[in-house]
């Protein structure tokens, strides 16, 4: 059974950084794309950033480009997206996902077959 995990969400000031994790177990996940997404209070679930197989793609939402950063480490089951200039809009709950079709990379949550459970993060002004 795949089950993800997020980690490192929690309260930072605007400008301020965090980092989460994302701990992937129950199968084998170094052939499949990965993906975080979040959602705020009445709004959709909205793309992030989504990495490939091999960490040789990413691809980011306009809105996070250049102070967002995606990586994975496969030898550990496990993606990380380091968030820094927080701005007080980035609050929502973030989701990692896994895609179940190996080789490729997305920016739709319908692609994603696996989801975590999510993880808070709130950023004050």
């Known amino acids: 059974q795949v089950t993800l995990v997020e980690s490192g969400g929690g309260l930072a000031q605007a400008g301020g950084s965090l980092r989460l994790s994302c701990a992937a177990s129950g199968g084998t996940f170094s052939n499949y794309g990965m993906g975080w997404f979040r959602q705020a209070p009445g709004k959709e679930r909205d793309f992030v950033a989504a990495?490939?197989?091999?960490?040789?793609?990413?691809m980011y939402a306009e809105s996070v480009k250049g102070r967002f950063t995606l990586a994975r480490d496969n030898a550990k089951n496990t993606m990380y997206l380091q968030m820094n200039s927080l701005l007080t809009e980035d609050t929502a709950v973030y989701y990692c996902?896994?895609?179940?079709?190996?080789?490729?990379?997305?920016?739709?949550?319908?692609?994603?077959?696996?989801w975590g459970q999510g993880t808070q993060v709130t950023v004050s002004s």
């Open positions: 996902a896994l895609l179940s079709t190996p080789y490729r990379i997305s920016r739709l949550p319908g692609a994603y077959t696996y």
């Open positions: 990495i490939g197989w091999n960490s040789g793609s990413t």
